[in-house]
């Protein structure tokens, strides 16, 4: 096993772009799925953040130069709003027009993977934090299609499958690992939190043999701590199949498989916000 890229360096960028803050403690939850093993967040003093992407100055790049925003052309695939007090990133896709596809499909995204402190490679331990609101969301009805949108991934560099993600199902959320052929629900029915600020934690430690983990996590409308879901143990969570060396973050709409043909809905619309990085490792 290739040992961590220890960052030392906490990104820096226009003011409010970056911050350090504690983390919300988190509280235990239950096992809900195969091959998973029930676990516990326990709560902690909050470990040291490496990266806080919060659009406080209203910029697409949340002052961080290097983060990767949308690759599709249409002026409204991402913008920023206003959100409270603050602010988050939109993106939308609509099927069948050119406009939104990026890198050959209905797709727009934000990414970490040209900002280091968004890396991550075999041997770090990290926290993924991210709020996502699904803005005017049609839910599912029988007789819809069943196609699924990926609204965040831990992404292998190297056009690789991402070794995970979370997406909306039908009318639930669920972690994906589809390499490992992993999947679990994490929101079971979402529509009461339509047009409402969802937020998640993914803890991983990166491994190339089965040593690793995920532990999955949920804070619903309402609730004030995290509940874990789901614990994945002893798996191998750093398996590129083509050649890469790190991984990172990508968040926004990703519609794979999807069209108007298949009577998959034509626009959808999701915010994000918080996006976080911290090192589990020093805790």
Known sequence: MKKS???SVIAVAAAGALTLTGL?????????????????????????????????????DSGIPDLTTTHATAADASSVVTSGNDHAVVHKVTLG????????APRSESATN????????????????????????????PGDSENGDIIFQGKHAGGNQP??????????????????????????DFRPHIDQWMHFRVDVSWTDDSTGYYKVSSKLPGETRYTLRETYE????????????FGYLKWGLY?????????????????????????????
């Open 114 to 141: 040209d900002v280091h402190e968004g890396k991550f490679v075999v041997g770090d331990e990290q926290r993924y934090e991210f709020g996502v609101l699904l803005k005017d969301w049609k839910p599912f009805e």
């Open 255 to 283: 519609r794979p498989g999807q069209s108007l043909e298949k009577g998959d809905v034509p626009t959808r619309i999701v915010q994000h916000d918080d996006i976080r990085v911290l090192d589990l490792s020093q805790g």
């Open 5 to 7: 890229t220890k960052r």
């Open 97 to 104: 027009d050119p406009a939104y596809v990026s890198d050959g």
């Open 234 to 245: 002893n798996v191998k969570t750093f398996h590129p199949v083509n050649p890469a060396d």
């Open 24 to 60: 919300t403690a988190a509280q235990a939850g239950q096992n809900d799925g195969n091959n998973a093993v029930a676990g516990t967040c326990a709560d902690d003093s909050g470990p040291a953040a490496l990266l806080t992407i919060d659009y406080a100055n209203g910029e697409l």
């Open 163 to 188: 070794s995970f993600y979370l997406m909306t199902k039908r009318n639930s959320i669920a972690f994906r690992s589809p390499v490992l052929g992993l999947q679990v629900g994490v929101v079971d």
